[in-house]
Nanobody
């Protein structure tokens, strides 16, 4: 199971960097996706990174603001979030997909418990 961290309370326009870590996991074999779920809404794909570092499925709402990256040596995936907006408030999750990045959350496994991001003035 993954463990997400790095969430918190931030003002609009601020930045946060989320981390997704797991032990005893073969990172090289999986694509890793970041998802989020706002209160009263469904789970939304944010961004995904393939084993070769290729990035896919970036949500239109975060393009140009969020950057996903991976450090296989540290067994960690990051989501750098810049210029945060009120609508970015959500619980953020990471998960793995065996067959590459996909927009469908149902194809992802090893979900963590999430980390809360709250954008508020």
């Amino acid at each position: 199971q993954f463990v997400e961290s790095g969430g918190g309370l931030v003002q609009p326009g601020g930045s946060l960097r989320l981390s997704c870590a797991a032990s005893d996991f073969t990172w090289d074999d999986y694509a890793i996706g970041w998802f989020r779920q706002a209160p009263g809404k469904g789970r939304e794909g944010v961004s995904c990174i393939n084993p070769n570092g290729g990035i896919a499925n970036v949500a239109d709402s975060v393009k140009g603001r969020f950057i996903i990256s991976r450090d296989n040596a540290k067994n960690t995936i990051y989501l750098q979030m810049n210029n945060l907006e009120y609508d970015d408030t959500a619980v953020y999750y990471c998960a793995a997909a065996s067959y590459g990045c996909s927009p469908y959350a149902s194809l992802f496994v090893f979900w963590g418990k999430g980390t809360q991001v709250t954008v508020s003035s």
